[in-house]
């Protein structure tokens, strides 16, 4: 066997870190040499999460207190799957230790630490890495991962909203302003948060938006999506909590650049979005374009880092519905961060994911 | 105890007709004295919905072939739960015998039977009495459901829009153009239909829109809002269905007709809005004004006739938010139809609702 | 209207004090008068559970501390929906002060204050009220309800084993020995309590046994069984936890006290079973005894006060399966609270219940 | 990379046959020729499984008609996931033809035509295979397997039974007679069956027994647990629907050969007890014995092919109760008719299973 990449988890308890340690445990080109976790330290993997006891590839691993100089001499990339503040904290001591770190939090994926202030209500714990982070969205910056240091994973939402809207604004086929995301998440995706409102009993039968009008994703998703069209970009961007666990279904209202028009204008239009997505997405593995009889369904990719993505021009609004559809956990979080780490480490980049 | 008004429930097999069974068992003001079902005929009430048999009023009854001079013989109102196209088939000779009828289907909500037939695909089979009827909207046509003989109930995704848009459309403070509604439905929304989609295993975990970009709905809800604005007014309408039962959440944009505007400006037209809903609905005993800190949660309305709104001026965009959950049986269906039988007969609006 | 009895709901913040809250605004007999909760005290009833806010009767209601000497004055009846321990805190000064009390903890279930301190792992706070106490069970201590000062409403558990078997036992048609009851419960049995194995995301696909062998309830199953069978009876008994919100489905494993035999011999015994439960239950109202073709369903009793009972005799292996439905928060907590209180008021039985 | 097996799925458009899809697109050593379907012949399994159509394996293959002739020539394994009845009538061409046929049906799983005629009202299709079918329960058939040409798959309920008991009866610890198996399951364990029963308003929020006393599945488990007692075995099973998509969960009542006892004695059982699962299981790669803090949950199997297995000693009922949990779709139906597939071809028996 070919040289195997040693890699640890920091913070491998809540429901990102337990998916890199399966997605981690699988990879052919991977060792998981170390995971972290305060609040286990000291217990085997397969006590804390019994679904990979059987591993052969989880024997003997055990929970260790997140120490930066212990993770630098057991692994070459380090993932980080801690809150936003405390991601921070430990990037750039490893970075300095010369690990290459791919942070699943929200602390490197903003180019402002003023806006990082604005959004989460915080100074940014180490801005000076900032510039030096990577936005680690494959499909749009897999030049930029292949020489990083520090990857910042983006945000389950902005993955499900970026994909479908950055090739459309880049090619000028829709108005960068007035768009809309309403977006529909798992329950997964408030993390594994002792809560009231996230008891079996509150989410069951329940479905309700939150965070309107100014969730703290949206500072990523406007900072991308800005960069693509050349101009400053603002959304509308509804979350809705739903009982499923894993999965987002989102919803974009977006303005073509020139009117719809009826028949064969339409068409035409139509024709040019088609080829805008099959030019950006059509060799892409973890691209699914539906057809015009298909749409999203957050079941189609559980467990997969696939996005599903279809689109209809509405004739009678004018206006062009793309919907996306992705697994939060895994395209929105811990699969496409081994898609990061197969870019960066010049393995296959569906190594371990299909 | 006061005269019992005696009412029949033709169509009582799928989720409305059941649920028609729950409301008027326990109204204090009706006596259930006729259900049919082609399937059930000669079975009991309680063998076909064993969730009634213990139920007092419920003794004795039997589903019966639905013929209407047996039903204008027994009832003084009949409610129509039966597919479209069908239920007219019954309104026309139960009204020809006197009854008044509350029908729950499609097919009296439209005034004009061209667009039955553009978005049902059939020649509307009764388009005589279109004029006749009246939308059962309460909340917003109670005066003409007094004194109605054939009452449209409204349907579940129709209500869930046209509460919170049509006060704020009849008071000019949104524009009529540029409507957007997002909605989530329960599985029950598609009845009690036997087919792979409706399966546990295909609705479980996932979340996907459908029907789009031209639900049917969208004819009682345009002509609903165009007869309010005064113009013709084109809705863009998203349909969703997740994993839950019963319920129904709608998110809508919309834009304030003057600019949201920021600070004060957009505080005074945010009070004009509070104060367009408490005018609209501060009375009404099944519309719930959520506080500025609070989402509508379809959980909140399960099994309930009302309808939860908030809103939300967004001044990051200018656009205004509003958000309504209702249980998509009752208040969507059966409950509204419970209530504007209330209205016709002149009993207590909430009289077996509350 | 006649005179209506006031009412108070101790502990109102969890499951079981929010469907007292719903039976009681219905109730045609009763009025709520007072609802306390340290956490919410000086909210508004319908702010802390907005589903209740539009309830005409609502209006005005808010939570107040919980203190016995107001309580007294305020209410005739108290219902305590506390956890046991604190409950007899409460019950003492109470009835000291003249009320009457529903007590829907484990507190005054036992007899035997030894016992409760073996399964309840602390001395019994108030033992001088055991001798006092009346349990609960209608179908099965009718008249004792009628004279209490006292009553202890049965466990969840124990409503849907006892009911079942109490008439086979007196009937002697069953041996006292290895009874085995499996049950299947909803996650509401555990209360509102913000625990991470209640969360959405952990009970979701899960199905799970725990608290074997030894769960509280049996002390309450065993001491009721002991008295109707005149002799020490063992229970094996199996919870589990799975993903419903509401709802208890027991199985029950019994031994016919003569062998079940083949053929007619079957039939005979097959007979007196059913001649057993319709004595017993044929006149209760809520007890749905279902025929041969039809078994309990947890859905079938949501939100009702019934319990369904179905068994079947297998004639290759000797045994008597018996299988009851409830919902746990109903019949198995605060609806049947609700019909001892209409016992003892001398309302009709099925008063605000149907 | 060795030479790869090549197999063929007939009859994948159930969940099994789904599943076997999924296991065997990423299996090492096998190739996937050919999938058939009827109801699907002509279309891209990526059109049909919209999850698999990324995959990079399944480009290009094609739904077909099921033509013995044809599998032959494109697989040396064929793995049958057809209704009873149906399968026989491809086994015994197949065989003729020499592949080796993995049938996920119960037609090849008793020893004897009579049985199967009582259990499943028809006369066996091929009656003289039934001779040369091995039971496919690695566990416990490991060397037979190797050397079969035709493999009966078990079925998911008797897999969650057997291992649990064979191991104890085998030792003699516990009685032949007596036992109970008590077992939920998820609604995938109906196949994909478009019936009322399983729709999605249907299941959620229900439980509910089936199929008792006599279900399907007692031919089998009786079957092999008379082999291994060396004597007939009567069980008493009661499965159960539960709104869970993949699992089941079996709760086993079983009587110590000799009484349990107290204290010591009772440890000394208990180790014999452990000592016995260690001997069957405690190298088997998916047996998960769990310590005895923990209980079986559905889960921690989700998706794999392990077991769970515990035990406990009630000392007030001299009972022991062992419980497990599997996946019904991948350890009791697709992941061990690969892994049966494993062993057959030599190949490392986790292969494509971890």
């Known amino acids: 066997m070919t040289h195997q990449t040693k890699v640890a988890i920091v913070g491998a308890s809540g429901y990102s870190g337990e998916e890199l340690v399966r997605l981690l445990l699988q990879h052919p080109h991977a060792e998981l040499a170390a995971v972290t976790s305060r609040q286990h330290a000291g217990k085997e993997l397969g006590q804390v999460f019994r679904k990979f006891a059987n591993h052969p590839r989880s024997q003997g691993l055990r929970f260790s207190e997140p120490k930066p100089e212990l993770l630098a001499k057991a692994a070459e990339v380090v993932f980080l799957a801690l809150p936003h503040g405390v991601a921070a904290e430990f990037a750039a001591p490893l970075i300095g230790l010369g690990c290459q770190v791919i942070d699943l939090s929200a602390d490197f994926r903003l180019k402002s630490a003023a806006v990082y202030k604005e959004f989460y209500g915080q100074d940014h714990p180490a801005p000076e890495l900032l510039e030096r982070a990577v936005y680690g969205l494959p499909e749009a910056h897999r030049d930029e991962i292949e020489e990083a240091s520090l990857i910042a994973s983006p945000g389950c939402y902005p993955t499900s909203i970026l994909l479908p809207v950055l090739p459309l604004l880049k090619a000028g086929l829709v108005k960068s302003g007035g768009i809309i995301a309403d977006s529909l998440s798992g329950v997964s995706g408030a993390g594994r948060k002792v809560e009231l409102d996230y008891l079996f009993g509150e989410c069951h039968e329940s479905a309700r938006a939150y965070g309107i009008p100014k969730h703290r994703h949206l500072s990523e998703i406007e900072e991308q999506l800005s960069l693509a069209a050349g101009e400053p970009v603002v959304v509308q961007f509804t979350p809705h909590l739903i009982p499923i666990h894993r999965g987002i279904l989102t919803t974009l209202y977006l303005e073509p650049a020139r009117p719809a028009g009826q028949g064969k204008e339409m ?10 997505f099959q030019a950006a997405y059509g060799a892409e593995p973890f691209v699914r374009l539906l057809d015009g009889k298909t ?60």
């Open 267 to 276: 068409a035409a239009l139509g024709e040019e979005i088609e080829g805008c």
């Open 295 to 354: 749409l999203p369904d957050t079941k189609s990719v559980a467990g997969s880092n696939v996005i599903e993505i279809a689109w209809r021009l509405d004739g009678r609004t004018g206006r062009l519905i793309v919907l996306s559809a992705i697994d939060n956990i895994t395209k929105g979080a811990s699969g496409q961060a081994v898609q990061s780490m197969n870019i960066l480490r010049g393995f296959p980049e569906t190594a371990g994911l299909c």
